[in-house]
C-alpha cells in the first residue's frame, strides 16, 4: 500500500513495479491505515477497502479485483454493519448487525475471503474469480480465513474469529480447518486451550497468527492463564494428521507470522512505540531462532514468504516524515542466515 492509498505491486524477480488502477481509494477513505486488506496470486490482486466511522462502528467494505497493472473491479455487494459491545455482564446489551467481509488470502492462483452476515451468522468461504465470487463453502465453521498454500485454505472455525461485539463466543476451543478449494473440509484442528476465568467467560487464549505451509500449520497464540500473566507460543501441527509436533517459545510483542517451507518470520518488540523493531527467522523443524533485520518503527514489519523468498517491508519510525521501503531476500539467504 502506497502513501496514496494506490496498491503498488512489485516484481521481484524482474524488479519492475505496477499499480492497480481505479477509485477504489475514494470509497475506501481508511484504506490504507491499518484497516483494508490486500492479497495476491498469480497475476491477480484482490483488496479490501474498509470505511469505519461513529461509536457504533458504523462500517462499510468494498471487495475488488484487478489483473496486474489493470484496473480494479468491484465484486459482490457493498457491505453495512454496525455493533456495540454492550456490557458483558448483562445478556442482550450488546448488539451487531449486517454484513461482513475480511480474511482475504491468496496463494498460486487462488484468492479467497470470507464473508457473514452477524443476523443470521450465515458464513461463507469463496474463490475470487476474475468475474464474481464462487461460494465453496457455507455455515459458522466456514470463516474466518487465515492462510492460503498449494490449493488449501486454513480457516479458524470458530464465532470466536468473529468481532467480539457479539457477545459471549458460543465456542471456547478455537477449531482450526483446511478446505481445498473445492471446498471439502480436509482435517479440523482443535486447539488445546483452558477453560475461561475472566469476567464475562472471556477466552485465556488468543490467536494470533496462522500460517499454512505445505503440511504444516503454524499457529502464534497469546495465553493468559493469569490476570498480570501472559506468554506467546508457537505450536506447529501436522495439519495431514492433526497431531501437534513442536512448540517453540518466540522473542517478546511477537507479531506479525509468515511461513514457507521449514521457515517462519516474525517481528520482535511490537507495541514498542519508537523501539526497535526486529526481524526473526524460524527454523520450524529446529526452533534456532535468529535476527535478520532491525528498524527503529511500532507497527511492526509487515512480511510475506513463498518457495523463493521473503519480502519485508520496513516503515522506520521518526520524528521526521520518510518513505518505507520493500526488500527482498532468497530462500538460500535466509538458510544461509540460519547456519551461521
Known sequence: MRGDLRVGVWNVVTGATSVIKGNYPSKGHDFGHGSGEVAIAGTRVALITRFEIGNTMQ?????????????????????????????????????AEGTWLGGLVGSGKDLAVSSWNANNQLGRLSLILPTGLRTIATGPGAVVSQSADRGRIAVLRSTDAWPAYQGPPEQLTPILGIYSTGGGLLREIALNVPPPNQACGSPNTVILGIAL???????????????????????????????????????????????????????????????????????????KDVVIARAPGNGGYITAMDS????????????KKTHGKLVFVPTAELLAALSK
Open 59 to 95: 462500517t462499510q467494505e468494498r471487495l475488488y479485483t484487478a489483473p496486474l497493472g489493470g484496473t480494479a473491479r468491484q465484486l459482490g455487494k457493498l457491505t453495512n454493519h454496525s455493533s456495540d459491545s454492550g456490557d458483558c455482564s448483562v445478556p442482550n446489551s450488546g448488539y
Open 213 to 287: 505451509s505445505g503440511n504444516q500449520l503454524v499457529v502464534l497464540r497469546l495465553d493468559l492463564p493469569h490476570p498480570g500473566s501472559a506468554t506467546k507460543t508457537f505450536e506447529v501441527y501436522d495439519w495431514t494428521t492433526g497431531a501437534l509436533v513442536h512448540t517453540w517459545v518466540p522473542q517478546p510483542k511477537a507479531c506479525n507470522l509468515a511461513a514457507s517451507g521449514s521457515l517462519a518470520v516474525y517481528t520482535a518488540g511490537c507495541g514498542y512505540i519508537g523501539g526497535t523493531q526486529r526481524l526473526h527467522l524460524l527454523d520450524l523443524a529446529t526452533g
Open 308 to 319: 523463493r523468498g521473503l519480502v519485508y517491508s520496513a516503515n522506520p519510525y521518526t520524528p
